[in-house]
């Protein structure tokens, strides 16, 4: 078994980095640190540091290929509606989609909305971006696959859906030896095998590690390990076993992705209103949240010292770095740096000019390539 069937890339959307993906993704909970200045929780006004989610918060649930989290796409043929699903990949992926999209919203509703604005925009994202990686050179994912899938996700916990432990029915190898090239996992051959990337659309069939074994994300991991890594640092990190409430947790020793570590040790995000410290926010996760901020919405505001519920606006509309964060590029501008209100900006569609360092930030999935936004195609991989 290999390949795990989740196409998704999570990690704040920040100016310069996308998860990378959406591991992007900044980081699918195992990163360091993002680029400052672009909104309440990715460093803000001022250009802090953004905070990571390496040690608390685990990462949403994704794999090496393709790097982020929905989108656009040319329509697929019934290549594989061959394994005795006569309904074909078009349904099989719409069902997917709903699952992926239900568990996210389930376990990180503020993830979904955040991203995709709602779970319709996030089933429709998810349906493009199944079709064109089970459509790929090499792909396993199969009709009946997918709804195999489907199913178990249906059932998932969220200390399971974010923490690296896909359900089995997830993990379904492709025919791609190690060294191919590829844009999305399911295409790669196992056991463990999966898509590193090497660019922002495309990359290489590897093998995950396993434990004690090197690793930059969660996902360089096998099923049931998190990467942990010394905070800010850019040495060798190794993949380990989450450790679980009340046990001793620091950037080496990541949490369960239902926790975060507070004290050094894992516990249960604080609520809304509790005291915390905003001093701590770059250091392994948020004290308010999990997934970095992105789990439910909850920050540390650095006015009161607080727990606090973010709020999303859309384009054009009011942002700060004190509560009012903006809808899928997350990306607040000032006229003017004093300012203590912003305007959100809107995403960068397909093929227009794109440039991340003048917050010309892509709608998720697509990545600035060249200057231009382009949707991830793992069929053009290779």
């Known amino acids: 078994m290999t390949g795990r069937l989740h196409i998704a890339r999570m990690g704040a959307v920040v100016v310069g980095a996308f998860l990378s993906a959406c591991s992007s993704g900044g980081s699918h909970g195992s990163s360091s640190g993002g680029v400052g200045g672009t909104g309440i929780f990715d460093g803000g006004q001022a250009g802090q540091p953004g905070s990571g989610g390496a040690v608390g918060g685990g990462g949403i649930e994704g794999t090496g290929g393709v790097s982020v989290d929905g989108g656009g796409g040319a329509p697929v043929a019934d290549a594989n509606a061959g394994d005795g699903d006569a309904a074909g990949p078009d349904d099989a992926c719409a069902t997917y989609a709903s699952s992926f999209c239900n568990a996210y919203q389930k376990c990180a509703p503020y993830y979904v909305a955040s991203t995709y604005v709602d779970v319709q925009g996030c089933s429709a994202k998810q349906k493009a971006l199944c079709l064109a990686a089970s459509s790929a050179n090499g792909s396993g994912a199969t009709p009946a696959k997918l709804r195999a ?193 912003g305007t959100c900006q809107a995403p960068i569609s397909d093929g227009a000019p794109c440039d991340p360092a003048t917050k010309a930030v892509c709608a998720p999935p697509s990545q600035c390539v060249g200057g231009v936004c382009k949707f991830p195609d793992p069929t053009t991989c290779g």
Request: proline share 9%; with cysteine.
């Open 149 to 341: 899938c489907a199913a178990a996700r249906d059932a998932i916990t969220c200390e399971d859906l974010l923490s690296n432990h896909p359900p089995p029915d997830c993990l379904v190898p492709g025919s791609l030896p190690a060294g191919s090239s590829c844009g999305s996992d399911w295409q790669c051959a196992g056991p463990h095998g999966y898509c590193h990337l090497d660019s922002p659309l495309c990359g290489t069939c590897a093998v995950q590690s396993a434990a004690g074994g090197s690793c930059v994300q969660d996902l360089d991991c096998q099923p049931g390990l998190r990467c942990g890594n010394p905070a800010g640092a850019t040495g060798t990190w190794t993949c380990v076993a989450p450790a679980s409430a009340g046990a001793t947790c620091d950037s080496t020793h990541p949490c369960l992705g239902t926790l975060t570590c507070l004290g050094g040790q894992c516990a249960t995000p604080l609520d809304v209103g509790v005291p915390c410290n905003f001093q701590n926010r770059d250091s392994y996760d948020w004290e308010c949240d999990i997934l970095a901020g992105r789990g439910r919405g909850r920050f540390c505001s650095p006015s009161s010292g607080m727990c606090i519920q973010a709020e999303l606006s859309g384009p054009g509309q009011p942002c700060n770095t004190s509560g009012i964060d903006c809808v899928q590029v997350r990306v607040c501008t000032y006229a003017d740096p004093t300012q203590s209100t």
